[in-house]
């Protein structure tokens, strides 16, 4: 190894929805090991980004290259072409994904779950692919729930276990697509603990999210999006220090008023209190 | 033993004595056309779930003229009565292709390509009403779209297809009845040839209609079983 590549490449990528371009030229490099948190408001393309990065989503133009790999070519007219299925599919298999609804497979439990890409993708016996899952869900914190069905799961559960089917794969680089915003308050804080761990043990991690204190504490470098554009970029201090742009501080400003100011905080959280008290007599 | 029924019609009254007597005296005549009507029926369902899976699928398929294939499949054979298919398959298939297959071949051929087409459109919807997110799940794992289909989509598509899979079993179970058109020996074949020598059609029908009753409802209570595990295992 004479030069490590970035784990994650993105140039001059575009993508419109019909009449609506989503992502106008960006530009990203994210290094091995780097922790990336992206924000910005709704519609400003964070999740279309994360989503051109493993092809879940096809850009229209320009050039995504993980770990050094293209996961598309550009014809003559610099138009992009995905890879065919194969090639994609053992390049998919090197990145994790967390969706925002968990989408785990209803009809398996946990541990099937987290068995099945092992098992379908690598030709991992049985056996191992069980023990391998076992330990990924001891890992999450669900050493109890093994042959529970997601839907006897909480939402943090489920998330956890998606965490779990992802690692599974021993992905070089994981994306989260708003990991937690579906996550009713209480629940939050045990799957950003999870990652939270993740990006302790040096997991190169792009994690689209609203979840400021989270960005702040563990995100190596911060992106904010806006109109398709990744319009500033810093480490948390700068981005939430000292704003440069005038989008970012207006951005901060609703954000944080929203997120920290007691009224709506403490009342979703006493809503939640009030729950819980009612279901236990 | 005897039912009297007074037929009112164009002014004249007759009466006509029912005697379910010639039912029973022809008891195994009658039943041996169960076997053929239950074989032509199961052969023609297994048919038509292999069709109707692959017609399914290949209607979802990215590439249009793939999707356009089965798309065309579905619109002539659900388009078309299915017993002018059976005459067509009878007839004109063995000019056409050369293939020279046997009347109750032909009829289960004909009823297994008509029941694909509905399968089919029974199949597509069952994936459609499976979320994309389980699809992006899957295949973010690395698995192939195959894979994908195989070990997420279709388990949980099999779920909501259960219950118009079991209609179209019972469609063809009647439906198998025309198959008695070309001279195959099922049950109304054997109930048609009886009323025309023993001149009790109205009993006999009666009879008949009796026993595709039954099959009907075994078959649709069978349904109701499976429904019942599937709702347990969730």
Not at chain 1, 178 to 207: C, F, H, K, W, Y
Not at chain 2, 1 to 19: K, S, V
Request: charged content about 20%; proline content about 4%; overall charge positive.
């Amino acid at each position: 190894m004479t030069r490590q590549a970035p784990m994650v490449c993105v140039r001059n990528l575009s993508k419109s929805f019909g009449t609506n371009r989503v992502l106008r030229s960006v530009e990203l490099s994210v290094a091995a090991g780097e922790v990336v948190c992206m924000i910005g408001a709704s519609g400003s393309g964070k999740t279309t980004l994360l989503r051109c990065m493993n092809l879940l989503t096809i850009p229209d133009l320009g050039e995504v290259l993980i770990d050094g790999e293209p996961v598309g070519q550009m014809d003559g007219k610099g138009r992009f072409r995905p890879l065919t299925d194969r090639d994609l599919d053992r390049l998919r298999a090197r990145m994790g994904m967390v969706f925002q609804r968990f989408n785990l497979f209803p009809h398996m439990t946990a541990v099937e779950n987290v068995m099945l890409g092992p098992m379908m993708v690598r030709n991992t016996p049985k056996i191992a692919a069980r023990s391998l899952a076992e330990e990924q869900l001891t890992k999450v914190g669900l050493a109890d729930k093994f042959d529970s069905y997601p839907s006897k799961l909480s939402g943090g559960q489920q998330q956890r276990v998606a965490i779990a089917r992802a690692l599974a794969m021993s992905p070089k680089l994981m994306l989260f697509d708003e990991p937690t915003s579906t996550l009713d308050p209480e629940l939050v804080g045990e799957v950003l603990e999870t990652m939270r761990q993740l990006a302790n043990d040096g997991m190169t991690m792009v994690i689209v999210t609203h979840e400021m204190d989270f960005a702040r504490e563990v995100a190596d470098r911060v992106l904010f999006l806006s109109d398709g554009q990744i319009v500033e970029e810093g480490p948390p201090t700068a981005i939430f220090g000292a704003p440069q742009q005038e989008k970012t501080r207006n951005f901060l400003r609703r954000t944080l008023r929203h997120q920290l100011t007691p009224p709506t905080r403490l009342r979703s959280l006493d809503v939640a209190n009030n729950r819980q008290a009612g279901k236990s007599p | 033993m005897g039912l009297r029924a007074r037929l009112e019609g164009l002014g004249e009254t007759l009466e006509y004595n029912f005697n379910f007597a010639v039912v029973q005296q022809n008891w195994g005549y009658l039943a041996s056309g169960l076997g053929t009507t239950l074989l032509v029926t199961a052969c023609s369902l297994a048919g038509g779930l292999v069709i109707g899976l692959i017609v399914g699928v290949i209607r979802l398929s990215r590439r249009p003229y793939i999707a356009a294939i089965g798309w065309a499949y579905v619109l002539v054979l659900r388009n078309t009565p299915a017993l002018v298919q059976l005459i067509w398959v009878y007839y004109c298939l063995p000019i056409l292709t050369g293939l020279e297959l046997n009347t109750i071949t032909s009829c289960i051929v004909a009823l297994a390509l008509h029941c694909g087409a509905y399968v089919g459109e029974i199949v597509r919807g069952g994936i459609l009403g499976v979320d994309i997110g389980q699809v992006e799940a899957g295949r973010t794992i690395g698995m192939s779209h195959f894979q994908v289909l195989r070990k997420i989509v279709l388990p949980q598509a099999i779920r909501r297809m259960l219950a118009p899979l079991v209609n179209e079993a019972v469609t063809i179970l009647k439906f198998s009845a025309l198959v008695s058109v070309l001279g195959v020996a099922d049950l109304m074949y054997q109930a048609q040839t009886l009323a025309t020598t023993t001149f009790r059609p109205l009993e006999i029908f009666t009879f008949v209609a009796l026993e595709y009753l039954i099959l009907c409802v075994i078959c649709s209570s069978f349904a109701t079983i499976l429904e019942r595990r599937f709702a347990k295992a969730d």
